[in-house]
């Protein structure tokens, strides 16, 4: 989910004259009257080099058919989510789902909260829904922009970040001193306030996880997905380390196996007609080395939210592809044939402000898999907006610079530039079919 944007280069479709813009009835055709000797032999030629052609091609086929990396071992089902039961089930305590309530940007300055609300996560007709709705809906366009107070109700600041929490409890109290207040609150509250150019998130949304049902180390990921349609929407679905083996993210990795803008097609970064799959790892909190372990697949006439794809995860030992419904639409496909600290070719020494840090391999103690050799569980959500360039700035109308202090008021502000696309609930839904997940076992 957190991401350095790297855009496709745009391919201008080249026009050429057509060459029957003159009348046929009046070209001369010499061949009609003259039999060219040499026509026999012509034609033996160039099919057989046509042959050749279809040979070579099969023997090609065949060997980069033999060098698609396989799962070599047995897959053991650890998650099969059809939705086929209610929203209660599904969704509520004991479900498989845990849904996330937070309002802080996870890291990425999103502009969405997060809830437990069924208007933004709910079972319907076999399939889950994630929907993106106004906070203004419910507290009223002026409290959005000044003089209210909102606090998420259950947060799950502390449940999703025990590292916050005082090392000597593991029980949240009030007379916990090591606490870091200020980054609770940043995650769990906000206050509108015109003057500052602070506001109540706008949209509401939902982060669902299987943090407390099922994770994976090596094995196989499959969602059956329509992804949603609106400006500035932002689905994912991912997977985070279980335990943050090698340090806090990046350092345990980050693996990205869906990603997408809800902007249309002319979009000029990548619209819904794109999905991303990407690593996310690097050996400092500021240095993610994602840009060498990405990749996309595209559509040409149609588009990810038109209907339901499968976006797959395979993992193992030796590597890891992701991919949208066939092998051959793979988005990433990455074999570990080096450690990552290698691969990630970084500095010595890096600037953090005006000290200088001596890099030091966190992965030194591990394999050309690590840090992607722990037990990661699934994510899938939908955000909106953010100041981390997913977005980039000043393309496509974007109505915020993610530099700016105000960036989400400027978003707001904005609504009915991006509301309009947002369209019928169908359309604006992250909607999942199904989910399994299985471990190499
Ligand atoms: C759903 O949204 C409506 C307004 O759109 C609001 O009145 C209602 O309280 C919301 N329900 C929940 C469970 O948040
Ligand atoms: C907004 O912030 C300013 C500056 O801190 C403060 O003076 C003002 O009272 C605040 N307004 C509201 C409505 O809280
Ligand atoms: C989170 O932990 C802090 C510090 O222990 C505590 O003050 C706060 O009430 C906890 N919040 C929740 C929602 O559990
Ligand atoms: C919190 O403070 C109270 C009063 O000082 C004390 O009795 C209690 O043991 C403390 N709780 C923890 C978990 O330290
Ligand atoms: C509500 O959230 C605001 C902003 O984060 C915070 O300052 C305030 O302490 C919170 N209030 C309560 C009762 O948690
Ligand atoms: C994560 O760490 C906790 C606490 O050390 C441990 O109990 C648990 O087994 C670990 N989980 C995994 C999947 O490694
Ligand atoms: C970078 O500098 C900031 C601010 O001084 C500090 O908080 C942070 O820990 C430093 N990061 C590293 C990896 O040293
Ligand atoms: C690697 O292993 C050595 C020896 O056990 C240990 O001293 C060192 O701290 C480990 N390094 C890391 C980064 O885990």
Redesign the pocket.
């Known amino acids: 989910m957190y991401s350095t944007v790297t855009t496709a280069p745009v391919k201008k479709t080249k026009r050429l004259r057509s060459t029957l813009l003159e009348d046929p009835s009046t070209l001369e055709k010499p061949w009609v009257t003259t039999k060219d000797p040499y026509a026999r032999l012509a034609y033996f030629i160039t099919v057989g080099i046509a042959f050749l052609g279809i040979a070579g091609s099969a023997v090609r086929c065949y060997f980069g058919y033999k060098s698609v990396p396989m799962i070599n071992g047995n897959l053991c089902m650890v998650l099969d989510e059809e939705f086929n039961t209610d929203t209660n089930t599904v969704l509520g305590a004991g479900g498989n789902w845990f849904r996330e309530i937070e309002l802080g940007g996870f890291g990425n300055g999103e502009f969405e909260m997060t809830t437990d609300s069924t208007n933004n996560s709910y079972v319907q007709n076999g399939y889950l829904y994630i929907t993106p709705t106004l906070t203004s809906d419910m507290i009223g366009s002026d409290n959005l922009y000044n003089g209210y107070t909102y606090n998420l109700t259950d947060c799950t600041y502390n449940i999703t970040n025990p590292s916050a929490l005082p090392s000597t409890?593991t029980?949240a109290?009030?007379?916990?001193t090591t606490f870091d207040a200020a980054a609770y609150y940043a995650s769990c509250g906000a206050v509108s306030n015109s003057t500052l150019g602070t506001i109540i998130n706008p949209v509401q949304s939902a982060r669902l996880s299987t943090r407390n049902s099922a994770s994976i180390r090596y094995g196989r990921v499959e969602v059956s997905a329509k992804l949603p349609r609106g400006d500035w929407l932002w689905p994912a679905i991912w997977m985070l380390p279980v335990n943050n083996t090698y340090g806090a993210w990046p350092l345990s990795g980050e693996i990205d196996i869906m990603e997408s803008r809800g902007n249309p097609a002319s979009y000029p970064d990548q619209g819904v007609n794109y999905v991303r799959g990407s690593l996310n790892w690097g050996p400092l909190s500021f240095l993610n080395a994602v840009f060498k372990t990405f990749g996309w697949w595209t559509q040409r006439r149609s588009d990810y939210a038109q209907g339901f794809h499968t976006y797959v995860l395979e993992w193992t030992p030796e590597f890891l592809r992701i991919y949208v419904d066939s092998r051959l639409h793979y988005m990433l496909q990455l074999s570990f044939n080096e450690p990552f600290f290698t691969r990630g070719d970084f500095p010595t020494v890096v600037q953090n402000g005006t000290q200088d840090i001596v890099l030091q391999n966190p992965w030194v103690n591990g394999t050309n898999a690590t840090p992607f050799d722990q037990p990661f569980y699934l994510i899938l959500d939908l955000a909106v907006g953010g100041t981390n360039g997913w977005f980039p700035d000043n393309a496509g109308g974007k109505p915020w610079l993610d530099g700016s202090n105000t960036a989400m008021r400027d978003f707001a502000l904005a609504q009915d530039t991006w509301y309009s696309t947002w369209g019928s609930v169908e359309d604006r839904s992250l909607v999942v079919d199904y989910v399994k997940m299985w471990q190499l076992c």
Do not use: A, G, Q, R
Not at 173 to 176: A, G
């Open positions: 409890s029980t109290t009030s007379n916990d």
